[in-house]
């Protein structure tokens, strides 16, 4: 409800500030100068509207192809994200230890509350921060004997996403 009330707000403001000018420029219309009616002051007048909205096209150009650029940005990163979680969780699945167990489990329960937390509009959450550093010290204390579970502890933190502000404490 909040957003639509800042939307509604936004929207009779904007509709407020456009019947403002129309009735000033009216108003301003007829104490005009007669000199100031001229077809050379007209002229003048269409050549700066002119400019002006090539130059509104021009950053809205602008502005789109940055929102574009950042949104591919950000997909690319999901994609990449998913395929690590997915490359961790196949190689995850060959270990057979107990916490590996634990942190598989921990992982979708962590990625069940991202998709939440992006997507469902559900916040953030003191949960996921709570599973982040207890599957972090977890991987982080696990024996790593084998290759293989060196490559799934590698695999862990080459995903920073997981860890925001963990890996810097």
Known sequence: MTGNLNSLTTALGIFATILVGIFLGVWLGQRLPTSH???????????AIGMVAAMTSLVLGLLTAEVKSSFDAADQEIKAQGARLEQMN????????????????????????????????????????????????????????????????????????????????
Do not use: H
């Open 37 to 47: 009616l001229s077809k050379a002051s007209q002229d003048t007048i269409i050549i």
């Open 90 to 169: 196949l190689t995850s699945r060959e270990i057979d230890n107990p916490s590996v167990a634990a942190v598989r489990q921990s992982l979708a329960e962590l990625t069940r509350l991202a998709v939440a937390e992006t997507f469902e509009d559900a916040g953030r959450s003191d949960r996921s921060r709570v599973i982040y550093v207890a599957t972090y010290r977890t991987i982080m204390d696990m024996p790593a004997p084998a290759v293989l579970e060196q490559q799934v502890k590698a695999t862990c933190m080459t995903s920073s996403w997981m860890w925001p502000s963990i890996t810097s404490q």
